[in-house]
């Protein structure tokens, strides 16, 4: 059975940093797309990052972009999320997801993905 399980979301002053890892398991062939999707009370669910994982292509939302940084370990099976100068809107449920079939996924679209983590809360204080 596959699995994505998150890790490392928490509280954190603004201006501060984290660093998010979703850790693959039950994979005979790894997913070659793995996104990071959040979700606050009241609203949707919105794409933040993406990475293909075979060529380490990458995708970022406008707020990610300069401050959130995605990359992979194929070794670890683990992608990582790493988010600095922290903002209090970045406050939700962070959730990692895949693609297993299928091309290249429009990172926005959480229907886009098969997968899915229990998600990491991030809550950022300002």
């Known amino acids: 059975q596959v699995r994505l399980v998150e890790s490392g979301g928490g509280t954190v002053q603004a201006g501060g940093s984290l660093r998010l890892a979703c850790t693959r398991s039950?994979?005979?062939?790894?997913?070659?797309?793995v996104a990071w999707f959040r979700q606050a009370p009241g609203k949707e669910r919105e794409g933040v990052a993406g990475i293909n994982t075979l060529i380490a292509s990458k995708w970022y939302a406008e707020p990610a972009k300069g401050r959130f940084t995605i990359s992979r370990d194929n070794v670890q099976m683990t992608v990582y999320l790493q988010m600095n100068s922290l903002k209090s809107e970045d406050t939700a449920m962070y959730y990692c997801a895949a693609r297993r079939w299928g091309g290249m996924p429009n990172f926005r679209d959480p229907r886009d993905f098969d997968t899915w983590g229990q998600g990491t809360q991030v809550t950022v204080s300002s």
């Open positions: 039950g994979y005979t062939d790894p997913p070659a797309y």
